[in-house]
């Protein structure tokens, strides 16, 4: 997963027409590290979508005008709008992002 490392990168990524990911989250996260250890074949299962990180401590603007209170965070936007924001405490399994995915792909 590629990090984000300007602002003007992240704005370029979430006005695009295909759905793009973007994993908030921190260095000293433990419950990143957890995230880390399963989302590579999270991202294998669903390359519909363009996967990206940002690390909150870096752009806590950005995470504060979407709403990221917690982290890991995975936000999915579109077009320049956030379509679905899979917030931390439903975030700590393989499985809780899997069926985020599978329910927003059905809406």
Not at 32 to 51: A, L
Request: with cysteine; glycine share 2%; charged share 30%.
């Amino acid at each position: 997963m590629e990090e984000i490392k300007k602002t003007e990168t992240y704005q370029e990524l979430i006005s695009q027409s295909e759905p793009v990911i973007i994993k908030f989250f921190a260095d000293w996260c433990p419950d990143c590290k957890v995230m880390d250890m399963f989302i590579d074949d999270v991202i294998k299962e669903h390359q519909e979508y363009k996967w990206f990180e940002m690390n909150t401590d870096q752009f806590p603007e950005v995470a504060k005008e979407n709403q990221v209170m917690g982290i890991p965070s995975l936000l999915i936007f579109q077009d320049g709008e956030k379509k679905a924001h899979l917030h931390s405490a439903n975030a700590k399994s393989p499985e809780q992002v899997k069926d985020f995915l599978e329910l927003v792909k059905s809406n």
